[in-house]
């Protein structure tokens, strides 16, 4: 899921672990953990584009990682408080440093997504502020000693870490789990990459249990409970799929269309409006269902022809076995208006209901042909979200 959710899960797995013993900063220990698996996307700054679209959530995201990783960092943060290291005006910069590293990373993510200038303004603003927070109560105050065990870390680290990669699980993008054993792509596809149904009780538990003496019991009781109430609506965006799942199956079958397989999964931000792909023998079928809508049955099916014949004779370049492996083989070429091809993941849908123009589809790679060579180039465009797009989604989620 989104670094956010990721980063806070983190946090409230350390809290659970090791706040009654270390206050606050088990949550930040944990949060670092529970980020530690998306470092892996800084290998876009080694490799080309779509080699690093395979290596995210692959060993980084891996049982394997969760345990040598928290071996290694529960040797390191224990000798870092034995040695009274942590104390030190030098440690405190680079954490400071390394606070802001994370957090501009944060925003400017967060920007890609949505393109928009308030959200650069706000992260502004809350770097202000969060730096006068960790200069006025972490640089210039003096910290108390830590007592936690290295077994105690251990175990923090390894469920931060691990918690991060399960999580991702339930998402279409899919995770490398079983990596280096296996590339299979583990995806429940239950919920979105980023829901903040899922993310705001875990954020308002940790928040508030920051505030909590460690030694108040309401401490835990309200760190647990934004847990139980985030574990709770994951569980329930297991019934929407599944009754998705039966209204998308009725549908197809009203409209007497055959198919091999089917996916289906929610958009984005929430747990209400669902896409249904499906496949055929020439063409997947799409479509679009919010539980809002005034019958429970599909409006829609939009036909997308596979064209797989259009990069036939490019089946063996690796750019292309490797987007065939990432989309799970749900992907159509179309040819662009500059004659370049176009390979769209369609299970991850689209801006429109009715997938007209090249860029209505989310994720899509241009293929560039030229003296032989291939170059594979992820698009990004068509993805600016203003008022009025905003807004035709929202109105689409509430079945308008």
């Not at 870390?153 to 296996?182: K, M, V």
């Not at 009781?221 to 599944?242: D, E, L, P, Q, R």
């Not at 589809?361 to 241009?366: C, L, V």
């Amino acid at each position: 899921m989104d670094s956010l959710t990721q980063l806070t899960l983190g946090a409230a797995v350390g809290e659970a672990v090791l706040g009654k013993k270390i206050g606050n900063r088990a949550m930040v220990w944990g949060a670092f953990g529970g980020l530690l698996p998306d470092f892996d996307v800084f290998a876009r700054f080694f490799t080309d584009e779509i080699t690093a679209l395979a290596f995210h959530r692959g060993f980084m995201h891996s049982i394997v990682f969760s345990i040598i990783m928290a071996f290694l960092l529960g040797w390191l943060v224990s000798w870092l408080y034995r040695s009274g290291t942590y104390r030190r005006r030098r440690y405190k910069g680079f954490v400071l440093f390394f606070i802001y590293g994370i957090y501009t990373l944060l925003i400017l993510g967060m920007n890609m997504i949505f393109q928009s200038s308030t959200i650069l303004i706000g992260g502004v603003i809350g770097g202000v502020a969060m730096g006068w927070f960790l200069w006025s109560s972490y640089i210039s105050a003096e910290l108390n000693e830590v007592t936690a065990t290295r077994k105690g870390w251990i175990l923090l680290f390894f469920l931060s870490i691990i918690t991060h990669p399960i999580l991702d699980c339930f998402t279409t993008f899919g995770t490398q789990i079983f990596q280096p054993f296996s590339d299979y792509r583990v995806s429940w596809d239950n919920i979105s990459v980023a829901d903040p149904a899922y993310t705001i009780p875990l954020l308002l538990g940790v928040l508030i249990a920051s505030f909590i003496s460690r030694n108040n019991n309401k401490r835990q009781i309200v760190n647990w409970t934004g847990i139980a109430i985030s574990s709770a609506y994951m569980m329930f965006t297991f019934y929407h799929k599944n009754e998705f799942n039966k209204i998308f199956e009725m549908g197809m079958a009203r409209e007497g269309i055959a198919y091999n397989r089917y996916m289906s999964g929610p958009s984005i931000l929430n747990n209400f409006l669902w896409l249904g792909v499906a496949e055929g023998d020439s063409a997947y079928y799409h479509a679009y269902y919010s539980f809002f809508d005034k019958e429970p049955k599909i409006k829609k099916i939009n036909v997308l022809p596979k064209h797989h014949e259009r990069i036939a004779h490019l089946e063996d370049r690796r750019e292309i076995k490797i987007l065939k492996w990432f989309s799970k083989d749900y992907y159509n070429v179309i040819v662009r208006k500059d004659g370049r091809l176009q390979l769209n993941d369609l299970r991850f849908g689209s801006f429109e209901e009715e997938l007209k123009e090249e860029n209505d589809y989310i994720f899509k790679f241009i293929l560039t042909e030229k003296n032989g060579q291939l170059s594979v180039d992820e698009s990004r465009e068509g993805r600016k979200i203003n008022r009025e797009a905003f807004k035709k989604y929202i109105d689409r989620v509430l079945g308008r």
